[in-house]
């Protein structure tokens, strides 16, 4: 809990159990509003990208295809002096799905998951969390505008310097609003019997 605005969570990623079809991502939450400051929304989910060949699909080392989700907004704030409302939670990646008999991937191939928001405080409104980045790095959550705000939680990827997947929880206290959790990280699904994935791929495929 916080002083003012709850924390929001992000939106979940990709389980263990793979869906049906193509499947888009989900939003973070809201954020949690304080008297007349209303928390920040949460960021959009991911979309879903099917693609499917009789032959063959190559995914060249300049071109990637993306599915990320979005920053969660910052609390905001109705005057000076005025400010405890919540950040929005990142929204999850998606699911990017590539059929084929053979499958090439050069390039990038990212669901990732998008950054929390700041929640805001006593001089200003919070900072929005950043969009899912289209590489193996996770999104920064939302941070450093509000006094008292809690900063946003980093969005999940396969990020070689600090992996993981299901985005930050933002456990600790703030004074002012609390920030949103990060946007877990989607899935990345290759059906083929010819596989040659060295490109960048976030997170790991299926």
């Not at 005025?82 to 990038?108: Q, R, Y």
């Not at 985005?167 to 877990?184: F, K, Q, S």
Request: charged share 10%; proline share 5%; aromatic share 2%.
């Amino acid at each position: 809990g916080t002083d003012g605005g709850t924390q929001a969570v992000g939106g979940e990623g990709g389980t263990t159990t793979l869906p049906l079809g193509a499947l888009g991502g989900c939003a973070g939450a809201s954020g949690g509003n304080d008297n007349n400051d209303p928390g920040g929304n949460g960021g959009a989910g991911g979309g879903a990208v099917y693609l499917a060949a009789g032959a063959r699909i190559a995914v060249e080392t300049a071109a990637a295809i993306s599915a990320g989700g979005a920053g969660g907004q910052g609390g905001r704030q109705h005057g000076v002096f005025f400010g405890d409302a919540g950040g929005g939670g990142g929204g999850s990646g998606g699911m990017i799905f590539l059929e084929a008999p053979e499958v090439a991937v050069h390039g990038i191939l990212a669901a990732n998951g998008g950054g929390g928001g700041e929640g805001s405080g006593a001089t200003a409104p919070g900072n929005s969390g950043t969009h899912a980045i289209v590489g193996a790095k996770r999104a920064p959550g939302g941070g450093g505008r509000a006094a008292g705000g809690g900063d946003g939680g980093f969005g999940g990827a396969n990020d070689p310097a600090d992996p993981n997947l299901a985005g930050d929880p933002v456990l600790a206290r703030a004074t002012g609003g609390g920030g949103g959790g990060g946007g877990g990280a989607g899935i990345i699904w290759v059906i083929s019997r010819s596989k040659n994935l060295d490109g960048t791929i976030s997170p790991p495929a299926t």
